[in-house]
């Protein structure tokens, strides 16, 4: 099946990325607000695989990021 | 509205992390095969902005990313 997982930074945390976009685009006059920048995985994984162990063994940092996990 | 802009590196070009991702948990004995690592942008946004303009213009770079645009 195919998975995504989406790694966010944790709320309240630093996110320069984030910032800069909203920044930027808030410059050109767009009304936009707390644009949040985060990585996203996404592969095909066999039935078996557990995924929320995937992403917490190796994936993601549980201190400064949270994650969610969608299948298709 | 909430926006979600997904960018990912384009099919068939260079994505050292994805197959890092995808090497990591092949040794590590996960049935997984193709992980691409790419980035997410969410945002509130007002319902009058163009996502579609803001991707295009400042967020994607066409020649390397591919993006999906999805609404909450």
Redesign the interface.
Same mark, same amino acid.
């Given at each position: 099946m195919k998975v995504r997982i989406?790694i966010?930074p944790k709320e309240g945390l630093l996110d320069p990325q984030?910032r800069a976009?909203?920044e930027?685009?808030t410059s050109?006059g767009?009304? #936009? $607000?707390?644009?949040?920048?985060?990585? /996203? #995985? $996404?592969?095909?994984?066999?039935d078996? /695989?557990d995924i929320e162990e995937?992403a917490k063994k190796?994936?993601v940092n549980p201190l400064i990021e949270s994650y969610k996990v969608e299948k298709e």
């Open positions: 989406l966010m984030g976009v909203t930027l685009l050109k767009y009304k #936009i $607000e707390s644009a949040k920048v985060g990585k /996203v #995985i $996404e592969m095909e994984v066999d078996s /695989v995937i190796y994936l």
